[in-house]
């Protein structure tokens, strides 16, 4: 009993005291709880009906699904190429994406780490492709890989990148680097504006003292600017991964897993099982199989990252 | 700040290569938008003959005023205004609610609610189309702008979330325990004197789910078939499918969808950064 509650002479100031406590005891709940519904159930309640979904045949157009079938959806997935196909191919797609993301993005985010005259307006333009939305990136490069509208396959041939000026999305071959364009472009502003964030945290003084020091610029990015945007860094690009291993919307806008499935990844495999096929119960296997894949590679990156700290 | 030391001209240099740079960065950004609005002005009858001339020798608005006219596409576009308005609006006020319970509160459960909400950022939502699809049938929401602003308004609160508890954390504890002593409840100092303070975060939110919810296209196509509520997205990709051979028309369209999330982004960009800075600081 603390002295309020001691002193409060008569019930009714008493029982004031309680109810405010049992307010504020409340209050942290009362703001998060509308996320917190929210979130259990749009978002989790879904997540573990989808994974009843993975042991049993749920199609949509068909009345008599319904069926327990136990493994056998995670068995053809085993022995399904399509899905092996996928699977080499968002590893691809997300390595080469990531790679071009992150690299042209750290970069732009240490250019406009100065000041300079017109920083500000070529900043906001720089950072404009985050704005456009995702399907409209998707048309937008899918049109500008026409030779018949767009230049681009022209200056590609110019540059002797293409043996001829024609539509890469087209070309099995190739068609890959279509979607992983448009992502690039599509995805730099989200590192620049992460690192910028992230270099603009750094005290300055730390620069001051480093160059009065006789540090190097090349010094200085070493020793001051990387292992400051270290933790940034890390978290930036395993939460990328994870996103652009599950970003389908490009591949479905741009060539729908086509030519010849050359573009299909897993989370665009899924979507095609679920909405062109409406066959729930298999697409739930392969996302499963997807889930627990980028489970395990978020706990490794988080277990290297813990060993690595360990040491230092 | 390391530059005073440099000669003259290595500055020039630097500085050369500097902006050399960033206008490589510039021509690889708006390139693509420059020539779908080339493309939406290009008269239909010049569109092959002068398919990759840098400017038509005519200009026409044309299809944009076609588009306006002969599609669906008002309609697309204030059934998307009218998802992304509701979302961004509903998504940052539950957002603004638990990034202010996670910013000043201590609680039982708040690590768990953390971790929960971290989860919701990796796992596929393509896995969630299913069970959405299935558990929104029966409620009568498949099919309904109402369903998608539910939906979209889900998948955004967790990122809005963590934006608006790092504005949050930026704005001292002391301002509304004055305020408290003062004898203001919480709420009232929380309406009273943090909320102003937080304007450039909430501008910031609102705008990252506008954007969001703008662009989402797997759900819409899958939860929603009836034309009076289809998305922008949607209706362009089925244009696409329909009429591939339109396009100028297909450009304007998708010139005009363009416009509000650029005008968005462009007005809230510098909060963004500002917002990410503070919760860098932190972490």
Known sequence: MTAATDLGTHPASRQGVTSRRFLSRFEPYFYAAPAIVLLVTVMMVPLVVGLTYTVRDIRILNPFSGGYVGFAHFEAVWHDQNFHNALYNTFWWTVSSLFFQFFLGLTLALLLNRTFPGRRIIQSLVFLPWAVPAFLSGLNWAWMFNPVISPLPQWLFALGILSEPTNILSDPDLAMWGPIVANIWFGIPFFAITLLAALQSIPGEIYEAASIDGASRKQQFVSITLPFLAPTIAITLMLRTIWIANFADLIIVMTNGGPADSTQIVSSYIFTQAFRRLDFGYASAIAAVLLVLLMAYAVSIIFIRRSLLRET | ?283
């Not at chain 2, 708006?30 to 200009?59: H, N």
């Not at chain 2, 998802?83 to 201590?106: K, N, P, Q």
């Open chain 2, 1 to 283: 700040m390391a530059y005073y030391a440099k000669s003259k001209g290595q500055r020039v240099v630097d500085w050369s290569v500097h902006y050399g740079l960033l206008a490589c960065y510039l021509f690889f950004a708006l390139f693509p938008l420059f020539w779908l609005f080339k493309v939406a002005v290009t008269p239909t009858k010049l569109l092959y003959s002068e398919g990759i001339r840098m400017w038509p020798s005519e200009m026409t608005w044309t299809n944009f005023t076609q588009v306006m006219t002969d599609t669906d596409f008002p309609q697309f576009f204030i059934n998307s205004a009218i998802v992304s308005g509701s979302t961004a609006f509903i998504s940052t006020l539950i957002a603004a609610a638990a990034g202010y319970s996670f910013s000043r509160f201590h609680y039982r459960g708040k690590a768990v609610i953390i971790v929960l909400m971290l989860i919701t950022q990796m796992f596929p939502l393509v896995m969630l189309i299913a069970p959405i699809f299935r558990i929104l049938t029966p409620l009568g929401l498949t099919d309904s702008l109402l369903g998608l602003v539910v939906v979209y308004t889900a998948f955004n609160v967790p990122f809005a979330t963590f934006l608006m508890q790092s504005f949050f954390d930026g704005i001292p504890k002391d301002l509304e325990e004055a305020a408290m002593i003062d004898g203001n409840t919480r709420f009232g100092a929380l309406v009273k004197i943090i909320f102003p303070l937080t304007l450039p975060g909430i501008a910031a939110t609102l705008g990252f789910v506008f954007t969001a919810a703008w662009s989402e296209l797997l759900f819409a196509l899958m939860l929603v078939s009836s034309p009076d509520a289809v998305t922008f997205p949607v209706g362009l990709l089925t244009f696409v499918s329909k009429f591939s051979v339109d396009f100028g028309q297909m450009m304007a369209a998708g010139f005009l969808a363009l416009i509000p999330a650029a005008i968005f982004f462009f007005l809230i960009q510098r909060y963004l950064v500002q917002g990410l800075t503070a919760g860098a600081v932190k972490g």
